[in-house]
């Protein structure tokens, strides 16, 4: 009898453990398999000074500031190559532009080379990309995706899955973020897990937010940035060739005033038709969209043409017209990042997703006068990032260690417990993110190839440590040094002054030094 009980006892024990090892169909785990799910989510352009978790001087973004509360916060990351395309390619390989083949927006990116996609796949992942894809070529590596033409729209934006192309109705940012959670919410009841790249088009210009708040809000005044009327004085000719100043912005499409023909803004390419194509996107509207559109804009239109603004008033106002654009834009991430973690909250799967958020590059938002990107000063080369895995990260976390694009698709591989290919060229951060390593390199590269077609700045690389940066724009032979601890918004270049010899000498050893360390057989030749 006792040994009955004791049998009796032991096939419930089995039983109990058997079925405690079965897949929970909220959360796709198993106890032989905790993988995280993994969600990348992108945005375009988006600036540190749009997000309040670095800085309240633009706007409030409550569900980004909630994720950095509840994972790890980076205050010095960067990108490797301050242009969408590229950046995107970077990410996607682990590799600089001169690995991956994709050196600037005018490239075709080669989709049989090595991915993370490809090897999430591998690893047994459900993968997908959601929304921006921009690399020109078909996506692979993917089991599903659902992207947007080119450059996408904000309003009833087409999508292709690669059989079809279909123009839907509504905002970007939201038909994105539905149709991810579209794809989640059928995956979610298996026993694979997920990697999913979640991408924005917003706030990418032209920078048009949706109804809500428009309807929502009223124009802001916004501070005037420090530098918004800079001369240039202190630096070298690549900050005065340019085309990326405000004041030079599209009145049409950038200030959304309807001048449909000889519209004076340049916009970065004087020869670009933005007026026509400005007046065939508003007319893209729906009646609904149109009449909230006019509502919010047509007093905006008419107090422009009372005023008739020029000058220094016309700058400043250019300014306020697209700040408020912008922070509008950013808004509706905002919106959709807290469905993305709400929705992960209500089907228990929060604790076991991966989630990081960044951008494909900084942006300028009045520094200097300007806004896009490209430069390597530092609101163009800053990206937020943020980390949030619960299982395995302490929250409210910040890390000032130098890290960069290239080192994100390690340290997701590093995270579901893949081997690191060993030709990926960047670093796992899981560590840093753990808090087990307090810093990687004490500098980063960069290089920029793109100096035809919009906004004319010269192809140019460089370095950045924790107090200095080094460029060489090698199209036009000129330097610039900058000392960030004690000139931060980099007004002036100290290259050349006697003072600087010493750094000079170290910073273009250490760049030759990136240089060999990453092969970059693209880099000009210079002089130590």
Same mark, same amino acid.
């Given at each position: 009898?006792?040994?009955?009980?004791?049998?009796?006892?032991?096939?419930?024990?089995?039983?109990?453990?058997?079925?405690?090892?079965?897949?929970?169909?909220?959360?796709?785990?198993?106890?032989?398999?905790?993988?995280?799910?993994?969600?990348?989510?992108?945005?375009?352009?988006?600036?540190?000074?749009?997000?309040?978790?670095?800085?309240?001087?633009?706007?409030?973004?409550?569900?980004?500031?909630?994720?950095?509360?509840?994972?790890?916060?980076?205050?010095?990351?960067?990108?490797?190559?301050?242009?969408?395309?590229?950046?995107?390619?970077?990410?996607?390989?682990?590799?600089?532009?001169?690995?991956?083949?994709?050196?600037?927006?005018?490239?075709?990116?080669?989709?049989?080379?090595?991915?993370?996609?490809?090897?999430?796949?591998?690893?047994?992942?459900?993968?997908?990309?959601?929304?921006?894809?921009?690399?020109?070529?078909?996506?692979?590596?993917?089991?599903?995706?659902?992207?947007?033409?080119?450059?996408?729209?904000?309003?009833?934006?087409?999508?292709?899955?690669?059989?079809?192309?279909?123009?839907?109705?509504?905002?970007?940012?939201?038909?994105?973020?539905?149709?991810?959670?579209?794809?989640?919410?059928?995956?979610?009841?298996?026993?694979?897990?997920?990697?999913?790249?979640?991408?924005?088009?917003?706030?990418?210009?032209?920078?048009?937010?949706?109804?809500?708040?428009?309807?929502?809000?009223?124009?802001?005044?916004?501070?005037?940035?420090?530098?918004?009327?800079?001369?240039?004085?202190?630096?070298?000719?690549?900050?005065?060739?340019?085309?990326?100043?405000?004041?030079?912005?599209?009145?049409?499409?950038?200030?959304?005033?309807?001048?449909?023909?000889?519209?004076?803004?340049?916009?970065?390419?004087?020869?670009?038709?933005?007026?026509?194509?400005?007046?065939?996107?508003?007319?893209?509207?729906?009646?609904?969209?149109?009449?909230?559109?006019?509502?919010?804009?047509?007093?905006?239109?008419?107090?422009?043409?009372?005023?008739?603004?020029?000058?220094?008033?016309?700058?400043?106002?250019?300014?306020?017209?697209?700040?408020?654009?912008?922070?509008?834009?950013?808004?509706?991430?905002?919106?959709?990042?807290?469905?993305?973690?709400?929705?992960?909250?209500?089907? !228990?799967? #929060? +604790?076991?997703? @991966?989630?990081?958020?960044?951008? =494909?590059?900084?942006?300028?938002?009045?520094?200097? &006068?300007?806004?896009?990107?490209?430069?390597?000063?530092?609101?163009?080369?800053?990206?937020?990032?943020?980390?949030?895995?619960?299982?395995?990260?302490?929250?409210?976390?910040?890390?000032?260690?130098?890290?960069?694009?290239?080192?994100?698709?390690?340290?997701?591989?590093?995270?579901?417990?893949?081997?690191?290919?060993?030709?990926?060229?960047?670093?796992?951060?899981?560590?840093?993110?753990?808090?087990?390593?307090?810093?990687?390199?004490?500098?980063?590269?960069?290089?920029?190839?793109?100096?035809?077609?919009?906004?004319?700045?010269?192809?140019?690389?460089?370095?950045?440590?924790?107090?200095?940066?080094?460029?060489?724009?090698? !199209?036009? #032979? +000129?330097?610039? @040094?900058?000392?960030?601890?004690? =000139?931060?918004?980099?007004?002036?270049?100290?290259? &050349?002054?006697?003072?600087?010899?010493?750094?000079?000498?170290?910073?273009?050893?250490?760049?030759?030094?990136?240089?060999?360390?990453?092969?970059?057989?693209?880099?000009?030749?210079?002089?130590?």
């Amino acid at each position: 009898m006792l040994k009955l009980n004791f049998n009796y006892g032991l096939l419930l024990l089995c039983l109990v453990s058997f079925f405690g090892c079965q897949s929970n169909t909220k959360t796709g785990e198993t106890a032989e398999s905790t993988r995280p799910n993994v969600i990348f989510i992108m945005t375009d352009d988006h600036s540190k000074r749009a997000m309040s978790a670095y800085t309240d001087e633009l706007m409030q973004t409550p569900n980004l500031d909630q994720l950095a509360e509840e994972g790890v916060l980076f205050d010095r990351a960067f990108c490797t190559n301050s242009i969408c395309g590229p950046s995107r390619a970077v990410f996607l390989t682990g590799k600089f532009s001169h690995k991956n083949g994709f050196k600037s927006n005018h490239d075709t990116f080669d989709g049989d080379q090595p991915t993370l996609a490809k090897y999430m796949q591998a690893a047994g992942y459900h993968t997908s990309v959601v929304g921006k894809w921009h690399l020109v070529s078909r996506p692979q590596g993917f089991d599903e995706y659902k992207i947007l033409i080119g450059q996408g729209e904000y309003y009833n934006p087409r999508f292709t899955n690669g059989a079809d192309t279909v123009r839907e109705t509504g905002y970007s940012t939201t038909l994105i973020t539905d149709h991810a959670l579209s794809v989640i919410d059928r995956v979610k009841d298996t026993n694979q897990p997920f990697f999913m790249m979640l991408h924005h088009k917003a706030p990418h210009r032209n920078w048009m937010p949706e109804i809500k708040h428009l309807q929502a809000y009223t124009e802001q005044e916004f501070d005037i940035h420090p530098t918004f009327f800079d001369d240039y004085e202190n630096r070298g000719e690549a900050a005065r060739m340019q085309d990326m100043e405000i004041r030079n912005m599209y009145r049409s499409a950038d200030m959304k005033l309807p001048i449909y023909e000889n519209d004076p803004g340049s916009g970065g390419m004087p020869t670009f038709d933005m007026a026509g194509a400005w007046k065939r996107n508003y007319e893209s509207l729906t009646a609904e969209q149109k009449a909230a559109w006019d509502d919010y804009y047509e007093p905006i239109i008419q107090d422009y043409y009372e005023q008739q603004p020029e000058g220094k008033e016309l700058a400043e106002w250019m300014y306020q017209r697209y700040l408020n654009d912008y922070t509008k834009s950013v808004m509706s991430v905002d919106d959709n990042v807290g469905r993305v973690l709400n929705y992960l909250k209500e089907n !228990e799967m #929060d +604790e076991n997703t @991966l989630i990081i958020y960044t951008s =494909d590059q900084g942006f300028f938002t009045g520094e200097h &006068g300007w806004y896009d990107k490209r430069f390597m000063y530092e609101p163009s080369l800053a990206i937020p990032l943020v980390v949030r895995y619960p299982k395995e990260l302490d929250q409210g976390e910040e890390r000032d260690a130098m890290v960069q694009n290239v080192d994100l698709a390690p340290t997701i591989l590093d995270f579901v417990g893949e081997p690191i290919p060993a030709d990926m060229q960047g670093a796992s951060l899981k560590g840093i993110l753990k808090g087990e390593v307090e810093d990687t390199d004490e500098s980063i590269y960069y290089h920029y190839y793109q100096s035809t077609g919009w906004h004319t700045v010269p192809k140019h690389i460089g370095v950045r440590t924790g107090q200095y940066k080094l460029i060489y724009y090698y !199209e036009i #032979d +000129e330097w610039e @040094l900058f000392d960030l601890q004690n =000139d931060p918004y980099e007004m002036n270049n100290i290259y &050349g002054e006697e003072s600087s010899a010493g750094v000079v000498k170290n910073l273009k050893a250490e760049l030759q030094r990136l240089i060999e360390k990453y092969e970059d057989d693209t880099a000009p030749d210079f002089q130590i």
